[in-house]
């Protein structure tokens, strides 16, 4: 059915907030398996700047809308505004879903999710051993929870601008998963050449770049990556980042963000509409699209 002709009052809203928003496919992939599916739904991407974040909750309530997605930066400031957080999203400390359940904000985590359907086929390699994390802010923190709980990784070093954001993530995790072996690094410039050489698994968990910036790397030290190695760039947008590009020319494994990115949204949108998505032909279609 054509969308425009099936906007009515029946239309349930969903949306997405982040700032910036103009990188995210989360409208196009929503939209598409709406139509798919013929369900009376709308996906449409807010800008809201942080100092608008709870104002954006309550239009959300005025206005009824349905569900949301929560994406940079705001997966973590946003859970004191919302009436119940799964206990997933508890643990991680940041949500990425909501669901206006008659009046009350419920928050998930189905980063989570992306993330164990991502790095599932690289299992046996991950368990046990030691991972780099570039950043430490909602989706880094997704991403140890992960590692801890699914794939029982051994030390996680995590580099970031701002160090005491990753000395705040060491003690949540301490606290929340009895996890000691978190360990911080500066990542501007890069201090620790060594703890990267030696992790099976370097995951990039900032923005760094994203489109437009699409030039930008976090780490542009060549010598870090070797043929041993998993390299995962969580952006999507565009697929090879210029991160991936130096990890694969030094013979890593690169993994890109865009089944997290399904998957993650897979999950959301069964949260919201109770159906589940095609994730995999939803794949194929971002990948034509992004590539
Ligand atoms: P966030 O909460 O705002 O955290 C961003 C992190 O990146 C922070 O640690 C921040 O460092 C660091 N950072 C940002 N700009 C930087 C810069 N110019 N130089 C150095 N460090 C910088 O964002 P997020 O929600 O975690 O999202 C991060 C990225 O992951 C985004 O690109 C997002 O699209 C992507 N993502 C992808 C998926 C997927 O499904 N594929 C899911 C979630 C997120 P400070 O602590 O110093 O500020």
């Keep these: 059915m054509d969308i425009l002709t099936q906007i009515d009052h029946n239309t349930k809203l969903i949306g997405v907030i982040g700032h910036p928003i103009k990188h995210s496919f989360s409208p196009l992939m929503h939209n598409f398996e709406f139509r798919s599916k013929n ?8 800008d809201i700047p942080p100092s608008n974040l709870r104002e954006a909750l309550k239009a959300m309530l005025v206005l009824g809308i349905k569900g949301l997605n929560v994406t940079i930066p705001h997966k973590e400031k946003i859970i004191q505004y919302l009436d119940h957080v799964s206990d997933e999203a508890a643990s991680v400390g940041a949500v990425n879903t909501i669901v206006n359940e008659g009046g009350l904000l ?13 790095l599932n086929p690289y299992k046996d390699e991950i368990y046990k051993n030691n991972v780099t994390i570039i950043g430490a802010g909602g989706s880094a923190r997704a991403v140890i929870y992960t590692l801890i709980r699914h794939f029982r990784v051994e030390k996680i070093h995590v580099l970031n601008r701002t160090i005491e954001k990753v000395e705040a993530l060491r003690d949540y995790f301490k606290d929340k998963m009895h996890f000691e072996n978190i360990f911080s690094d500066e990542l501007i410039p890069v201090d620790n050449i060594e703890n990267i050489k030696s992790s099976n698994l370097i995951i990039n968990t900032t923005p760094i770049g994203m489109y437009p910036n699409i030039s930008e790397t976090p780490i542009d030290i060549s010598e870090v990556f070797n043929s041993n190695q998993m390299v995962f760039d969580l952006i999507y947008n565009p697929l090879k980042t210029e991160f991936l ?20 949204g897979a999950k959301a949108f069964e949260l919201w509409t109770g159906e589940l998505m095609d994730s995999n032909k939803i794949y194929k279609e971002l990948q034509k699209r992004l590539g």
Aim: proline fraction near 2%; avoid cysteine; aromatic fraction near 18%.
């Design 245 to 264: 590009k130096i990890a694969e020319a030094k013979g890593a494994t690169i993994i890109n963000g865009l089944r997290m990115f399904v998957e993650q």
């Design 39 to 46: 369900l009376n739904y709308l996906y449409f991407p807010f």
């Design 106 to 118: 419920h928050g998930y985590n189905t980063d989570i999710y992306g993330i164990v359907e991502t």
